[in-house]
């Protein structure tokens, strides 16, 4: 259990394997398959992972984390992506540490991503704060929904 590591989020509590180490602590990524360094930020994605796979319903056989884009030909690394049961990209997520105000600088750093993805769902969570909003590309369009919708 986290508790006592990091800020209490805005989400249900779930249960994770931490280990405690000489000089930091580790969280398992179930995704990466291996122990990753809890850091703030690091404790909002799997929290926010837990939540869509268990109370959204998203696969996490169809999530990548961390993994390299080349934007604009500069090497760019999303925070999370969820695919659909087809392959093609669903949501992108931007991770922020609970102590980060969320800011235009963090939307601009997630559409640069979508430049590329071109997804339909955007997720910005510092855990504390959650802004999901949905693209849509024909009409131009961005709403902004008040919750995240289930997996479909």
Not at 3 to 27: A, C, D, H, S
Not at 132 to 148: A, E, M, N, P, W
Request: net charge positive.
């Amino acid at each position: 259990m986290a508790e006592g590591i990091f800020t209490e989020l805005n989400l249900p509590r779930y249960e994770f394997k931490i280990r405690v180490g000489k000089e930091n602590k580790q969280i398992y990524d179930g995704i990466r398959k291996k122990y990753i360094l809890l850091t703030p930020e690091e404790w909002v994605r799997q929290n926010v992972i837990a939540y869509l796979s268990s109370e959204k319903k998203y696969p996490v056989t169809l999530m990548a984390v961390e993994k390299k884009l080349m934007v604009n030909n500069m090497p760019q690394r999303f925070d999370l992506l969820i695919f659909d049961r087809k392959g093609n990209p669903l949501l992108v997520a931007e991770f922020k540490a609970p102590s980060v105000k969320i800011t235009q600088d963090a939307f601009s750093q997630v559409v640069r991503y979508n430049s590329k993805l071109r997804v339909p769902l955007i997720l910005v969570s510092n855990g504390l704060t959650h802004f999901i909003c949905k693209i849509d590309y024909q009409s131009g369009s961005v709403v902004y929904l008040d919750q995240i919708p289930e997996f479909f």
